[in-house]
């Protein structure tokens, strides 16, 4: 018999409330002996692991890593082979530009077993906090989620076309900081510079808000902000509302604030 050598669950954390877990997810972290989290989890839902747990701080920010990828592959590693259960705990969806691919793959080739728990990504979160659907009949046939950060902004082939379709509600994850270049790609490729955006910071978290402005004007809308902000551009943006919603209506330069009361 081969040496059992250990398993890890790959679990999304869902937006950050901590309502927003799957019942899976939260039985995952109620057991789990040793838990690597990213920055984007909330610390209450850190603190629903065991006292006795090991919880560690293996989070990125905005590209800044605290903990180099090959640093946390072989903490996981090391922890499941000591025969803990091991929970590797990503925001949102893992599947969602977290890495969930590189990380099972190295765990599997060293014989880790790897367990995958879905979590609520932040557009599905986005969508529900301001009242819009990601598609829409009539008018927004697909949604596809992207990063505006590759590249420095710029989107190209059959990518751009998808993201330039005004059928597309393109969803930019870690867009902010390129937002004017992002825009700037999409117009030059056909989108309509009138197409409705919103600016999303802090879905499902405390502290949610959005801006709603249009794609030629979404780089001051982006603006500055401390929270994990997405970027929704589609027909489906004019659609967001949100009972909490107390501001609601344009400024000087077009950019209409949506924001939620506290
Ligand atoms: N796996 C995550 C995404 C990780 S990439 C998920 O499925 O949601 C990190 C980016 O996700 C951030 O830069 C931001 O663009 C977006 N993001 C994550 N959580 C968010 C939130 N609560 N509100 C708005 N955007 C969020």
């Known amino acids: 018999m081969p040496r059992e050598a250990g398993r890890v669950l790959l ?8 309502d927003l877990l799957t ?11 040793a838990l690597l989290y990213d920055a984007l989890v909330c610390d209450e ?5 065991p006292r006795a747990c090991l919880k560690i701080r ?27 259960r091991v929970v590797r705990l990503k925001g949102g969806d893992s599947s969602v530009f977290g890495r969930s691919g590189e ?4 765990l599997r080739e060293r014989g880790v077993a790897v367990e995958v728990v879905p979590g609520i990504t932040a557009a599905s979160a986005a969508a529900a906090e301001f009242g819009f659907p990601l598609t829409h009949r009539g008018g ?21 076309e998808a993201l330039a379709d005004p059928a597309t509600t393109a969803v930019l994850y870690m867009g902010r900081e390129v937002a004017a270049a992002a825009s700037a790609s999409l117009i030059r490729a056909g989108r309509s510079p009138a197409t409705p955006v919103l600016v999303v910071e802090n879905a499902g978290r405390p502290g ?8 030629d004007a979404l780089a001051p809308a982006a603006g500055d902000r401390d929270g994990p902000t997405l970027i929704v ?24 604030i949506a924001q939620l009361a506290v």
Do not use: C, Y
């Open 58 to 84: 293996a989070g990125k920010r905005s590209g800044k890593a605290s903990m180099a990828q090959a640093e946390i592959n072989q903490l996981m590693l090391t922890l499941a082979r000591r025969g803990l």
């Open 45 to 49: 839902v850190v603190a629903l692991a």
């Open 103 to 106: 990380e099972a793959a190295f």
């Open 11 to 18: 679990v999304g954390a869902g937006p950050g409330a901590a």
């Open 208 to 215: 949610a808000r959005a801006v709603r402005t249009t794609l």
């Open 23 to 33: 019942v899976r997810a939260l039985r995952a972290v109620e057991t789990a002996q």
């Open 140 to 160: 927004a046939a697909r949604v596809v989620l992207a990063t505006a950060r590759r590249d420095g902004g710029g989107f190209a082939g059959a990518e751009l």
């Open 233 to 256: 551009i589609g027909e489906v943006a004019a659609l967001a509302k949100s009972p909490a919603l107390v501001d609601l209506r344009p400024f000087e330069e077009g950019v209409a």
